[in-house]
């Protein structure tokens, strides 16, 4: 099942159902659940088997928002990849390497990713995003997968100088309009096995970034255990699980977006999403 939020044809923003080439405006029918968040917690999408009723759009005339533009928090994981570890020159951690990012930061697919005026630094770093379902606190691993309501791409797109301009990286992170979120999330019966599932990050169609989903340091599960202990996941909340290596940061020379680049970043099982680099302003 494919799910997502966006803008429809009729100018309300909404979300729903994906069926090849058309989109079930979910929302439109729904007037108690005004936003996918909402839908994920109600009993109807928790239960499964929901009837799909609703206006019914192609893709090609809608325009798409952030999966969930609306989350409570985005939990974002670093350094949680082998080979980025050691393109960074960091030492591996006992613990996950965590980061805020703020909503106001995302957009949807489709949409310009925005390269700050005050930075020539704007980075890709593709990555693969949980959507919780079911909430909780101290979620064993054993019961973490149980928590997920689906599974989207994401660019979390980083503004290098910024982001080391002091030891913490939120002002990198955070630029408006730098965090692609989308097309769409996947229930978590539609991904495959993790080895066998592969993360691409393609700029200008060339690839930068490969790796299947096995190879991160801390599994999803470890991921979702580690945070729930401090903190309660709640329906909406999104964390993004960390990027493979190949960043542009870290070439020689390095390899940084600017306006006009087109910046992919696909799945297995998951979607593709993709972006124009746009200038501020």
């Given at each position: 099942?494919?799910?997502?939020?966006?803008?429809?044809?009729?100018g309300?923003?909404?979300?729903?159902?994906?069926?090849?080439?058309?989109?079930?405006?979910?929302?439109?029918?729904?007037?108690?659940?005004?936003?996918?968040?909402?839908?994920?917690?109600?009993?109807?999408?928790?239960?499964?088997?929901?009837?799909?009723?609703?206006?019914?759009?192609?893709?090609?005339?809608?325009?798409?928002?952030?999966?969930?533009?609306?989350?409570?928090?985005?939990?974002?994981?670093?350094?949680?990849?082998?080979?980025?570890?050691?393109?960074t020159?960091?030492?591996?951690?006992?613990?996950?390497?965590l980061?805020l990012?703020t909503?106001?930061?995302?957009?949807?697919?489709?949409?310009?990713?925005?390269?700050?005026?005050?930075?020539?630094?704007?980075?890709?770093?593709?990555?693969?995003?949980?959507?919780?379902?079911?909430?909780?606190?101290?979620?064993?691993?054993?019961?973490?997968?149980?928590?997920?309501?689906?599974?989207?791409?994401?660019?979390?797109?980083?503004?290098?100088?910024?982001?080391?301009?002091?030891?913490?990286?939120?002002?990198?992170?955070?630029?408006?309009?730098?965090?692609?979120?989308?097309?769409?999330?996947?229930?978590?019966?539609?991904i495959g096995?993790?080895?066998?599932?592969?993360?691409?990050?393609?700029?200008?169609?060339?690839?930068?970034?490969?790796?299947?989903?096995?190879?991160?340091?801390?599994?999803?599960?470890?991921q979702?255990?580690?945070?729930?202990?401090y903190?309660?996941?709640?329906?909406?909340?999104?964390?993004?699980?960390?990027?493979?290596?190949?960043?542009?940061?870290?070439?020689?020379?390095?390899?940084?977006?600017?306006?006009?680049?087109k910046?992919?970043?696909?799945?297995?099982?998951?979607?593709?999403?993709?972006?124009?680099?746009?200038?501020?302003?």
């Amino acid at each position: 099942m494919k799910l997502t939020s966006f803008i429809s044809p009729t100018g309300n923003a909404t979300y729903g159902l994906i069926d090849g080439d058309m989109i079930t405006d979910l929302g439109a029918t729904r007037p108690l659940l005004p936003s996918l968040k909402d839908f994920l917690a109600c009993k109807e999408f928790t239960a499964g088997g929901f009837e799909a009723t609703g206006p019914v759009y192609p893709l090609a005339s809608i325009t798409c928002l952030p999966v969930i533009p609306n989350p409570g928090k985005i939990i974002c994981v670093g350094l949680n990849y082998k080979d980025h570890i050691a393109e960074t020159g960091r030492s591996d951690s006992a613990y996950p390497s965590l980061f805020l990012r703020t909503a106001t930061s995302q957009i949807g697919h489709n949409a310009p990713m925005i390269k700050p005026r005050v930075s020539e630094r704007f980075d890709y770093e593709g990555e693969l995003a949980i959507i919780i379902g079911q909430p909780g606190r101290h979620i064993s691993q054993e019961n973490a997968l149980q928590h997920i309501a689906g599974y989207a791409c994401y660019n979390d797109g980083s503004v290098r100088d910024w982001q080391r301009h002091t030891h913490q990286f939120t002002p990198g992170k955070n630029f408006d309009g730098t965090g692609s979120f989308g097309p769409y999330m996947v229930t978590p019966d539609e991904i495959g096995p993790r080895e066998t599932s592969f993360l691409i990050t393609r700029l200008n169609g060339e690839v930068v970034q490969k790796a299947s989903l096995d190879l991160m340091v801390f599994s999803i599960e470890e991921q979702i255990a580690y945070i729930s202990t401090y903190t309660t996941l709640e329906t909406g909340d999104v964390i993004v699980t960390g990027t493979p290596g190949g960043v542009g940061d870290r070439r020689s020379p390095p390899l940084y977006m600017f306006a006009g680049d087109k910046v992919e970043v696909e799945i297995t099982g998951v979607g593709l999403l993709q972006n124009i680099v746009a200038n501020e302003g």
